[in-house]
């Protein structure tokens, strides 16, 4: 089934009425156009016959005017020149170049190919182009495609353990997929006909996470659905992905006490180590009907949560999530068995991880998000003042925004003026902190520090406030250059921005789109989407 032409040549059978098993054991004479119910074998004899029948059907067709009759329809099948080759010292690099011919048939699926071959098609054709651009070592390309054990490079330590030699290639794979190097970037471009890298969209980005992902459990016993790997955003990777290439075996070391270290796992290993036991899987819609093994033998609903929520989980479970990913190492080294669960101390217990035990430990609501906090006030507002008249009992719940640290442009706004925490009652303030204590009135002088960074809330605030400022301001400028072409229209002057001021405007308007562009991509994927008629 990997012959070159194949699919065509299937397509043309189905067009003559033939099937490969008929063209191997013989033709019926029917197809042939003769009476009887006798079959030919000898392809000398039908293949005449045959070439008789579709000739005058074609004569017949042609008169008539039928241009979907099955001669005329044949006559437009496609033909392509056969290539032979009788014997190669590099077979490998054969194999690739006739499937970087193929390679669009894989990547946009009119034929049957599962979504690992897909992904996996799609990633030896990136390498491929590597390799023919001398950007990237053909040892290390056969590696990375599947073709060679991981063992063979150079890079590889004598004493690596599996689960090092696994994660050494996928992180290898990883790098060249979302490449910081900016010839490396255009080639994969080029390769994959994507957008600008500015303008790279989220689809873009999952195809090549889920090329990472296929080719990635060629290292394991078993495949896992790569869509477990689409978890990037698509603002964090248009510059490539950065990570630290530290050796497994450190980052689990110091996962505990690392904050790189353990974000560097979750991010790029946590998902395929977990899809690789079946613990966790892509997410597939409704699961209504799935059931999975609970502790007791029973059977339990499955949660419907996605990639990122599970990888959220861990992030919040830090103690728990170090352990079961040192434990997921260990039953890789140790001819992948099933791990065992980890204790919430981190101590490992007897029986075997399931989907249902992951679930319970690391829920979905785990992450789930803070509750609102009461949108500022104005200060000096009636509600501060009979607050204040109380003997300021509570605390205020004026806050600051991160980008109301600073005076705002156009608004005349200083910082001295914005509204300040006030201290509980019962607690002094000291002058250092800008404060007097239960009337929140800034001290005329006082050198205090600034305010505390924002909460989660005020972040997400200050972000949808400042794009408001944007649109606004857009609208302004909008306006304005109506205003300059009416004037211009009514002075009689064609091209009133013909000056350097017109030319710093069009700079100025190159350099902005593309910011926005990034930025709408950003929203979107932090879940920032609008009605579905665009409202």
Not at 235 to 250: K, N
Not at 389 to 412: C, I, N, V, Y
Not at 507 to 535: C, F, H, I, K, Q
């Amino acid at each position: 089934m990997a012959v070159r032409g194949n699919n065509r040549t299937k397509r043309r059978q189905d067009i003559f009425g033939l099937t490969s098993a008929e063209v191997l054991t013989g033709v019926p004479a029917s197809k042939l156009g003769l009476p009887g119910d006798e079959v030919f074998f000898d392809p000398q004899f039908w293949l005449e016959k045959l070439s008789d029948r579709l000739n005058q059907e074609w004569a017949e067709a042609r008169l008539a005017g039928d241009d979907e009759a099955t001669a005329i329809r044949a006559t437009n099948v496609a033909v392509v020149t056969a290539h032979l080759v009788v014997g190669t010292p590099t077979p490998e690099r054969l194999y690739r170049i006739v499937q970087m011919s193929n390679r669009r048939d894989h990547v946009h699926p009119p034929l049957e190919f599962v979504p690992n071959d897909r992904g996996r098609a799609l990633g030896r054709s990136v390498l491929g182009m590597y390799v023919a651009r001398g950007v990237l070592d053909e040892k290390e390309s056969q590696v990375l495609s599947g073709l060679a054990p991981v063992s063979e490079l150079s890079i590889a330590a004598e004493d690596a353990t599996v689960s090092e030699l696994r994660d050494l290639r996928s992180m290898m794979i990883l790098r060249e997929l979302f490449p910081t190097d900016p010839h490396k970037k255009l080639l994969i471009r080029r390769a994959l006909s994507e957008s600008p890298p500015s303008q790279l969209s989220s689809p873009e980005i999952n195809r090549r996470a889920r090329a990472w992902s296929a080719l990635t459990s060629e290292s394991y016993p078993a495949p896992w659905n790569p869509r477990i790997a689409e978890v990037f955003n698509a603002g964090s990777v248009r510059a490539g992905l950065h990570f630290s290439g530290r050796p497994l075996r450190e980052l689990l070391n110091a996962a505990d006490k690392d904050d790189d270290a353990f974000e560097e796992l979750v991010a790029y290993r946590a998902a395929h180590w977990l899809a690789a036991f079946d613990i966790i899987d892509a997410d597939r819609g409704s699961l209504a009907g799935q059931k999975t093994d609970d502790d007791d033998g029973a059977k339990a609903a499955r949660v419907r949560r996605t990639v990122k929520n599970h990888l959220n989980a861990l992030r919040n479970n830090r103690v728990m999530a170090v352990a079961v990913l040192r434990e997921l190492a260990r039953a890789m080294d140790e001819g992948d068995r099933r791990p065992v669960r980890v204790s919430r101390s981190g101590a490992l217990l007897i029986e075997e991880m399931s989907t249902a035990w992951f679930d319970r430990e690391f829920p979905k609501d785990s992450g789930k998000r803070r509750p609102k906090v009461p949108a500022p006030r104005p200060s000096g507002s009636a509600s501060d003042a009979a607050r204040n008249d109380t003997g300021g009992t509570e605390p205020s719940t004026q806050l600051f925004t991160q980008h109301a640290w600073r005076e705002q442009p156009g608004t005349g706004a200083a910082l001295s003026s914005l509204p300040v925490l006030s201290p509980p009652a019962g607690e002094g303030a000291s002058p250092a902190m800008g404060v007097s204590a239960g009337t929140g009135a800034s001290v005329s002088g006082a050198a205090g520090p600034w305010p505390a960074a924002p909460t989660f809330e005020e972040q997400v605030g200050a972000a949808a406030d400042l794009t408001r400022q944007l649109l606004e301001l857009a609208e302004r400028v909008e306006a304005s250059l109506t205003a300059v072409s009416a004037a211009a229209a009514k002075a009689g002057i064609d091209r009133p921005l013909a000056g350097e001021a017109g030319a710093e405007a069009a700079r100025n308007l190159a350099r902005t789109l593309p910011s926005v562009r990034t930025m709408r991509d950003t929203v979107e994927d932090l879940g920032g989407r609008t009605g579905p008629y665009g409202s």
